[in-house]
């Protein structure tokens, strides 16, 4: 994980890709059913793309149908900060990375099958999957 708080919007400029750019340091949004990590269910991490932080666990990842990946929860600790967001005429709770503050997406309550009734909607971008090394023996 690197530190990464205090970087410049050149800095990560040069670190990310465009589409990483734009999502993670821009709060844009990936198209839905676009996403690398969507309809991935292996064994694994998701980290932040930015710097590496762990942030979901694949037990907590479930298929939502939404068009990005879906979690009903973060991982443990403080991984995630939960900020209000009130940008394009609605009223939502933005997922932001609570070591270098970029953007992962939103988290909702309408996921009532799931154990906490939440479902974390993170963009493919935002995110960096290290599979779990049992599953590669």
Not at 28 to 53: I, N, S, V, W
Request: neutral net charge; contains cysteine; charged residues 20%.
């Amino acid at each position: 994980m690197t530190d990464a708080k205090n970087y410049t919007e050149e800095q990560w400029k040069k670190i990310l890709t465009p589409a990483q750019y734009y999502v993670l340091r821009q709060k844009g949004t990936e198209r839905p059913f676009t996403g690398e990590y969507t309809d991935k269910f292996d064994p694994g991490t998701y980290l932040c793309a930015a710097c590496g932080q762990e942030l979901f666990h694949s037990t907590t990842k479930f298929h939502s149908g939404c068009g990005w990946p879906s979690f009903y929860a973060a991982a443990a600790g403080d991984r995630v900060k939960l900020q209000r967001d009130t940008s394009h005429g609605m009223i939502r709770t933005e997922v932001i990375c609570s070591n270098c503050g970029s953007h992962l997406g939103h988290v909702f309550d309408d996921a009532p099958e799931q154990p906490t009734g939440q479902r974390y909607c993170i963009n493919s971008v935002s995110l960096k999957f290290v599979p779990d090394a049992s599953a590669s023996k």
